[in-house]
């Protein structure tokens, strides 16, 4: 296992009050790092969630409540943070939204990118971690989606700028001697999800007994992942040193089709899915399946959590939490 010991850090989270922020700031706090959260707490979706994943962080994580395409505010961070690492973690995600107001994914993932691309040079910060996706690998016909593999046709807006990133991301590492590691996370599950997600929105109606949202027959595929792996990962990626840029896939590599995941909630939550048919979704892919070999090889990282543990888990927080 190649991995440096991380010593203590500032480290700067972007998004760092949402779903996988909120974790890896409560994870690299407890580690005695010293966190920034930068997060502009918009209402994409209810704000008080935002507001609740805060509440359960150290004391000592500082928050900046700003918006990433913010130059100015972003500047202002830095000079005040003097960051070793940023992990970004903020964007406009969706791939469905994404398709009816691309301008705003444009300037909120890709100017905001560049804003604190931009920032860590100016500011000599060594280290950059920025989320990519799933998404990027489009309609790729080779299964597992391996990081070698052409990428000719993402399909939505949300996917065309997480490439975009990693292609600025590629930049910045070549051109002003910045570690960066793009991660590429195949749906992240768990407490604290996000509730625009289908494994939220699912657990949430079956529950309530009320009709959930079937998009396509039922055959589309996935690869989830529970987010203490995406955690793990994300840390091993803070630790790694041999070399200046990478690209890597975070996945469970446990692919089940939408009808698979609907039939192990139902057995989980102990209630039957009345299901509303709808039609296949423009923008969705119809399968997601990632190659983990290089995370392995890397950072001798490894999915640890299975789907059914993983679900059982969340659909305890969801009635604990939630409901």
């Known amino acids: 296992m190649r991995l440096a010991p991380l010593k203590e850090k500032k ?4 998004g760092g009050a949402g779903f996988i922020g909120s974790h890896l700031a409560e994870q690299l706090a407890s580690e005695g790092h ?14 008080a969630i935002k507001e609740r994943n805060i509440a359960q962080l150290p004391q000592e994580v500082q928050i900046i409540r700003a918006d990433i395409r913010d130059a100015v505010a972003v500047e202002r961070a830095f000079v005040a943070g003097q960051f070793d690492s940023v992990v970004h ?6 791939v469905r939204p994404s398709i009816s107001n691309p301008k705003l994914y444009v300037t909120t993932n890709i100017d905001g990118t560049f804003n604190l691309l931009d920032a860590c040079r100016h500011h000599g910060v ?10 990027v690998y489009g309609v790729n016909q080779k299964v597992p989606f391996s990081e070698t593999d052409p990428l000719i046709r993402t399909i939505s807006p949300y ?9 600025i991301c590629s930049n910045y590492s070549h051109l002003f001697g910045i570690r960066i590691m793009c991660l590429r ?9 996000r509730p625009d997600l289908a494994i939220h929105k699912f657990t949430k109606r079956i529950l309530a007994g009320e009709e959930i949202e079937r998009y396509g027959d039922g055959s589309s595929r996935r690869d989830y992942t529970y987010i203490s792996d995406i955690v793990a990962g994300i840390r091993a990626s ?3 040193q041999d070399s200046d840029f990478e690209i890597v896939n975070l996945g469970g590599s446990h692919v089940v089709t939408l009808s698979q995941l609907i039939s192990s909630l139902e057995e989980i939550l102990g209630k039957k899915a009345q299901i509303k048919q709808l039609p296949n979704q423009a923008g969705d892919v119809p399968r997601t399946a990632a190659d983990v070999t290089k995370a392995r090889q890397l950072w001798d990282w490894k999915p640890e959590v299975d789907l059914r543990q993983g679900l059982s888990e969340y659909a305890q927080w969801h009635r604990e939490e939630v409901s």
Do not use: H, M, W
Not at 11 to 14: A, E, F, Y
Not at 34 to 47: A, K, R
């Open 126 to 135: 060594a280290q950059f971690v920025f989320a990519s996706s799933s998404s």
């Open 185 to 193: 996370l195949f749906t992240v599950y768990g407490p604290r999800q």
């Open 159 to 167: 996917a065309a700028t997480k490439l975009a990133c990693e292609q």
């Open 34 to 47: 010293l966190v920034t959260v930068f997060d502009d707490f918009n209402d994409y979706y209810p704000p």
């Open 89 to 94: 973690l903020a964007a406009r995600a969706g």
């Open 11 to 14: 480290i700067l989270i972007t």
């Open 238 to 240: 803070l630790s790694y």
